[in-house]
């Protein structure tokens, strides 16, 4: 593929400090290159290191060593307001607790990185009732985010995360909060946008949310042990090595 | 810049909405400390210089102009820099024959006073400030209005007789129609003689001969600078018409009280205030930060540099202060204007005003600074959770566990102390709202002090008898025949050249060395020979001596060598007074005594003995007690302890909104363990309460330790001289720390009881 690549981790290593001052490494040596328009699931039980890893490529954590580029550009020197900054443009979050700013309505909230991206209001307004109306959620623009449910929750958080344009969505654990309907809800959701060309990494330790996408890595204390395609709808019988370290997590 | 309708605006006014009660409050917190500053300057100002206000208000005219006959006014008028001319006035010298106060008439004192010719309609420059009574009426021409100070001392109220004898003798009883301010000329007996405002017809009848008459003219200028050359100016333009000259200038310096004692007081609370506002902003700010940091989490991950976040953090708090700061403004203005009308005659002189608002604004934008910059360096990690960094129970909540207290305390004195640096902030918030509320009941008590005991400040003697038309002789024996008198002291006070100065001291001579007047001496020694003197703290700055120190003055060309033996406390000419015995004087300076000092029996009222007195025909003068010139701290103290108190109270809320956020898992736990709400609710209370308490504790003690120490430093810089400085009394201290302790808890037992009794349901983050 001559296409530059969305992600690319070079060795990348993370290792905090503990308490008492003993290293940890959570994420040791990890290569990944996602192509534009991948959708990658990151597996691995918990500990593994993998929302760190997620962590790492949004520039959210900073890494210990190894090198991180974004779209063709060197990130993993850059200044944490220069993450700021790349993030504004390149990369769209959505975590497990939703995260939405709570003093803010869900329009608010949608229209935020949009503005941050420099947009004029009306044309963040009209972004924000272009996704709103996408994930069916024009009437609650005027509501607060405590007054909606889990799913809406999350449903906003996604088009907040993909008011930008992203050239990236990561997704931590997006669905770990939520009844298997808004699960359903929300994965529906991501394969629309994925559909549509949208590059996404995904952090679950959930064997179905993990098929949905095109390619599995598993992780495991840190260090990638599996990564491959996904044969869609025509899973092998045996599954992949993602179940078997799914089975040994839990 | 941060435009109204960007990501940064949008957020502000999102979380500016989600918060009215709080950002209220903080507003109105800065507010008040704004107000209560520019009202107390405002009032000390007034207070301490009358004229500015008189003046302001009567439009008045900044140089009188005493001519033999009426001068050319409309040259007057046409001189550079002159806006309006007051006048021509006649103005003629006459007798006021003062029945004395509530006796019978056997012996009527003859005052000068000076009878001014008025308008029956009220002049539009030099407006006398009518305050009781009726303005002249050419209905009843046999109305005066007179000056109010002068009017108070010989005892006048509208409706009183006022009888005049003109120089040819001729009586005339005139009635007093009302009494007014002026700015016009200073205060009675500073100034002298009286003034009293009659028609024009009155004063022809009072005094006929217009050669024996003078004329006034008031010219009011653009800028008072230039007073002394439009002083020339008219001089040289009247061609020797002009006898005397009076500015504003004098008769402000004669209506100025020695104002350095209040000035450094009202310093020292101005500084305690912003230090307190400062606590209270920064604590506010951090704490709404803590609550927040997930949320700035969010913003971040979402593409908010530090930079953004810290300055928005900034314009919001800092609007809400400066916000705070406008309204205080505001405020002031009306409190003076309208609440204060009566008081206050003007608004506070622009460098004061000033000073007070940029001062706030700068502490306001240094208290937020550092809780925005702080919330600007969160990380970006939304999961970070904003929970309390350590579980184990502090040393105190171990003891409490040891003691077998009851768990509720337990748990509440091991949340106290979760948070260190809060812990901190919130003792500190506390404290230091409570310890400048001892020192200003230190204040308070040393008033009070000053007024129990007026011998400590040099005022053993509450009155002072002029001979007036008596002998020395006389005067003393009359003095002394009254009961209350017990002792009379011969006095003579004098103004002293001293080397090195331009300006003369003052020099009172007061006993004789060997009977000295009971000084307070508070450092060395009463004189007890001649050539020795004691000294007020002031002159000894001045002089740059110290005791023991010989000095050598000047009284009236005669040259005088004493010895300083002692410091004494002197509350007057900010202590710039040499106290000595009137023996020590030379005999033309000593003989016959100027006025004698009358000491009375403990009990005694000094106005009921001054008035008998007085109806005896003697020149009494009463002493003014400093407390009663500083009355007006007494106001800037309970205005100041409010404020403060409301700012421990809004640090204190700060406190326990965190101890609630940082507790909500908690609770539901406690809950779940079986606690009963009373239980959580005694639990908040502790963990609250503590921290209260031991800020109470904290302040009161550091108070109490330095009240005295700093009233004693006010009392050195101002030249009064250390020694008037008292401790809050144990009573007050105690009062003060039971209802301080109560309020906390309060204040404490609001949220908590609501918390305990809502349903606490496990929240996942």
Same mark, same amino acid.
């Given at each position: 593929?001559t ?5 690319r981790a070079v060795?990348?290593?993370?290792i905090?400090q503990s ?9 040791r040596?990890? !290569?990944?290159?996602v192509?534009p ?11 593994s290191?993998?929302?760190t ?17 974004? !779209?063709?550009?060197?990130?993993d020197?850059?200044s944490?307001?220069?993450?700021a900054?790349?993030?504004r443009?390149?990369v769209?979050?959505?975590?497990q ?7 803010m309505?869900?329009?608010?909230n949608?229209?935020l990185?949009a ?6 209001p009306r ?12 994930l069916?959620?024009? !009437?609650r623009?005027a ?7 889990g799913?809406?929750?999350q ?7 993909l008011a930008n ?6 997704a931590?654990?997006p669905?770990?909060n939520l ?9 529906r959701?991501?394969?629309e946008?994925?559909?549509q060309?949208?590059?996404?990494v995904l952090?679950t330790?959930?064997?179905r949310?993990?098929g ?11 260090q ?27 | 810049?941060i ?7 949008r957020w /502000?006014?999102?979380d500016?909405r989600?918060r ?8 109105l917190?800065v ?7 520019i009202?107390?300057a405002? #009032? ?15 439009r008045?005219a ?6 033999? @006959? +009426?001068?050319?006014?409309?040259a007057?008028?046409?001189?550079d ?7 021509p ?8 024959v ?12 003859r005052?000068p ?9 009220l ?12 303005w002249l009426?050419?209905?009843?021409p ?6 109010r ?12 007789p006022?009888?005049v004898?003109?120089?040819? =003798? ?5 009635t007093?129609a009302g ?18 405002w009659?028609?024009?017809q009155t004063?022809r009848?009072?005094?006929p001969?217009?050669g024996?008459?003078? @004329?006034?003219t ?6 008072p600078?230039l007073?002394? #050359?439009?002083v020339q100016?008219a001089?040289?333009t009247l061609?020797g ?6 500015t ?6 004669a209506?100025?009280? *020695?104002?350095r004692l209040l000035g450094?007081?009202l310093?020292?609370?101005?500084v ?5 506002a400062a ?6 700010t951090?704490?709404?930060? #803590?609550t ?5 989490a969010?913003l971040?991950?979402?593409g908010?540099?530090?930079g953004?976040i ?10 809400l202060?400066l916000a705070g ?8 203005r009306?409190i003076t ?7 206050v005659a003007?608004p506070?002189?622009?460098?004061p ?6 001062g706030t604004?700068?502490?306001v934008?240094?208290?937020i600074?550092l ?7 969160t990380?970006p990690?939304?999961a970070t ?5 350590h579980g ?5 909540a171990r003891l409490?566990?040891l003691v077998r207290l009851p768990p ?13 640096? #809060?812990?901190?902030? &919130?003792?500190c918030g506390?404290a ?9 009941l ?5 008033l *009070?002090?000053?007024?129990r005991h007026?011998?400590r400040?040099?005022q053993?003697?509450?009155?002072a ?5 008596l002998?020395a002789e006389e005067t003393?024996d009359?003095?002394?025949? *009254?009961?209350?008198?017990v002792v009379?002291?011969?006095?003579a ?9 331009t ?8 006993g004789?060395?060997? %009977?000295?007047y009971?000084?307070?001496v508070?450092?060395?020694r009463?004189?007890?020979?001649r050539g ?7 002159l000894?700055?001045? $002089? ?6 010989r000095?050598? /003055?000047t009284i009236g060309g005669t040259p005088?060598?004493?010895?300083? +033996?002692?410091r004494v406390?002197?509350?007057?000419q *900010?202590g ?6 009137i023996?020590? $004087?030379a005999?033309?300076d ?16 000094p106005?009921?003995?001054?008035a008998?007195l007085?109806?005896? =025909?003697?020149?009494?003068a009463?002493?003014v007690n400093?407390? %009663?010139? $500083?009355?007006?701290i ?6 100041l302890? +409010? ?5 421990? $109270?809004?640090?204190?809320? @700060? ?11 908690d ?5 779940a363990?079986?606690?009963t709400?009373r239980?959580?609710?005694? &639990?908040? +209370? ?8 031991a800020?109470?504790?904290?302040? @009161?003690?550091?108070g109490?330790?330095?009240?005295r120490?700093?009233?004693?430093m ?5 030249g009064? =001289? ?16 039971l209802?301080?302790?109560?309020a ?19 929240v996942?983050?």
């Amino acid at each position: 593929m001559t296409a530059t690549p969305v992600v690319r981790a070079v060795n990348l290593v993370k290792i905090y400090q503990s308490g008492r001052g003993l290293p940890v490494p959570a994420v040791r040596g990890v !290569d990944l290159t996602v192509e534009p328009g991948e959708f990658v699931a990151i597996m691995g039980p918990s500990g593994s290191g993998k929302s760190t890893l997620i962590h790492l490529l949004g520039g959210l954590d900073t890494r210990t060593s190894g090198e991180i580029w974004l !779209d063709g550009q060197r990130a993993d020197t850059l200044s944490e307001s220069g993450w700021a900054v790349l993030r504004r443009e390149k990369v769209g979050f959505v975590f497990q607790f939703f995260n939405l700013v709570a003093n803010m309505t869900v329009a608010d909230n949608v229209e935020l990185p949009a503005l941050l991206a420099g947009a004029s209001p009306r044309h963040a307004r009209e972004r924000r009732e272009y996704l709103l109306g996408a994930l069916g959620l024009t !009437d609650r623009a005027a509501a607060a985010p405590a007054q909606l449910s889990g799913g809406e929750q999350q449903r906003v958080a996604l088009a907040r995360a993909l008011a930008n344009q992203p050239r990236l969505l990561l997704a931590d654990e997006p669905t770990g909060n939520l009844d298997s309907r808004n699960t359903r809800d929300v994965l529906r959701l991501l394969g629309e946008v994925h559909r549509q060309g949208q590059t996404i990494v995904l952090v679950t330790h959930d064997a179905r949310v993990a098929g949905l996408a095109d390619r599995v890595v598993c992780l495991l204390d840190g260090q990638i042990v599996d990564d491959g395609a996904i044969v869609k709808r025509r899973r092998r019988p045996g599954g992949t090595a993602g179940d078997v370290v799914e089975l040994h997590g839990r | 810049m941060i435009a109204g309708n960007g990501p940064e605006g949008r957020w /502000i006014r999102a979380d500016l909405r989600a918060r009215r009660g709080q950002a209220l409050l903080t507003v109105l917190t800065v507010a008040g400390i704004v107000t209560a500053l520019i009202t107390a300057a405002t #009032l000390l100002e007034d207070g301490t210089n009358p004229w500015r206000g008189l003046f302001e208000r009567s439009r008045g005219a900044h140089i009188w102009l005493h001519t033999k @006959t +009426v001068p050319d006014v409309s040259a007057l008028k046409d001189l550079d820099g002159v806006t309006d001319v007051a006048g021509p006035y006649r103005s003629a010298p006459a007798t006021l024959v003062d029945p004395p106060i509530g006796a019978a008439i056997d012996q009527g004192r003859r005052v000068p006073i000076s009878l001014r010719e008025a308008p029956a309609a009220l002049p539009a420059v030099a407006r006398p400030l009518l305050r009781e009574g009726r303005w002249l009426d050419v209905r009843r021409p046999e109305g005066v209005v007179v000056e109010r100070s002068f009017a108070r001392a010989l005892g006048l109220r509208p409706g009183s007789p006022f009888t005049v004898t003109g120089l040819n =003798g001729a009586t005339h009883t005139l009635t007093v129609a009302g009494l007014a301010e002026s700015g016009d000329q200073g205060f009675y007996p500073e100034w002298t003689p009286g003034l009293a405002w009659t028609l024009g017809q009155t004063l022809r009848t009072v005094e006929p001969a217009l050669g024996r008459t003078e @004329t006034v003219t008031g010219l009011r200028l653009a800028d008072p600078g230039l007073t002394d #050359l439009i002083v020339q100016r008219a001089v040289s333009t009247l061609r020797g018409q002009v006898q005397r000259v009076t500015t504003w200038r004098e008769i402000r310096a004669a209506m100025e009280l *020695d104002n350095r004692l209040l000035g450094t007081l009202l310093g020292l609370f101005g500084v305690v205030g912003l230090i307190a506002a400062a606590l209270a902003l920064a604590n506010v700010t951090g704490g709404r930060i #803590l609550t927040q940091l997930r949320d700035i989490a969010t913003l971040k991950s979402l593409g908010f540099t530090r930079g953004q976040i810290s300055r928005m953090l900034l314009v919001e708090h800092g609007a809400l202060g400066l916000a705070g700061i406008v309204l205080g403004v505001v405020a002031a203005r009306l409190i003076t204007a309208y609440a204060l009308g009566e008081a206050v005659a003007a608004p506070l002189s622009p460098e004061p005003h000033i000073a007070i608002t940029v001062g706030t604004a700068v502490v306001v934008l240094v208290a937020i600074w550092l809780p925005a910059w702080r919330g600007g360096r969160t990380p970006p990690l939304p999961a970070t959770p904003a929970a309390p960094p350590h579980g184990r129970l502090s040393r105190l909540a171990r003891l409490a566990l040891l003691v077998r207290l009851p768990p509720a305390l337990v748990l509440g004195a091991r949340d106290a102390f979760t948070r260190r640096m #809060l812990a901190l902030l &919130t003792i500190c918030g506390v404290a230091i709202p409570m310890m400048m509320i001892t020192i200003g009941l230190g204040c308070w008590a040393t008033l *009070d002090d000053f007024i129990r005991h007026p011998e400590r400040v040099g005022q053993a003697a509450a009155l002072a008898v002029r001979p007036g038309n008596l002998t020395a002789e006389e005067t003393r024996d009359w003095a002394m025949a *009254d009961p209350d008198v017990v002792v009379a002291y011969p006095g003579a006070e004098l103004d002293a050249l001293v080397p090195g100065q331009t300006r003369t001291v003052r020099t009172r001579a007061l006993g004789t060395s060997a %009977d000295p007047y009971p000084f307070p001496v508070v450092e060395g020694r009463m004189f007890r020979e001649r050539g020795e003197a004691v000294a007020g703290q002031g002159l000894l700055d001045l $002089l740059g001596a110290r005791i023991g120190d010989r000095v050598r /003055i000047t009284i009236g060309g005669t040259p005088l060598i004493v010895q300083i +033996v002692g410091r004494v406390i002197e509350p007057e000419q *900010d202590g710039e007074v040499l106290s000595l015995g009137i023996d020590s $004087l030379a005999a033309k300076d000593a003989v016959p005594p100027r006025f004698y000092s009358l000491v009375l029996r403990p009990g005694a009222d000094p106005a009921e003995v001054r008035a008998r007195l007085q109806a005896r =025909g003697l020149e009494v003068a009463q002493a003014v007690n400093p407390a %009663d010139r $500083l009355a007006i701290i007494r106001v800037i103290i309970v205005a100041l302890v +409010v404020v403060l108190a409301l700012i421990g $109270l809004a640090n204190l809320l @700060t406190a326990s909104a965190l101890g609630r956020r940082d507790h909500v898992l908690d609770l539901a736990v406690l809950k779940a363990m079986g606690l009963t709400p009373r239980q959580v609710m005694a &639990t908040l +209370v502790t963990g609250t309460g503590l921290l209260a308490v031991a800020g109470v504790l904290l302040g @009161t003690c550091a108070g109490a330790l330095w009240s005295r120490g700093l009233i004693d430093m006010e009392g050195r810089y101002s030249g009064v =001289g250390v020694g008037i400085g008292r401790a809050p009394t144990p009573g007050m201290l105690a009062a003060a720390i039971l209802i301080a302790i109560g309020a906390a808890l309060l204040v404490a037992l609001i949220p908590a009881r609501r918390v305990s009794r809502a349903r606490v349901t496990m929240v996942a983050h």
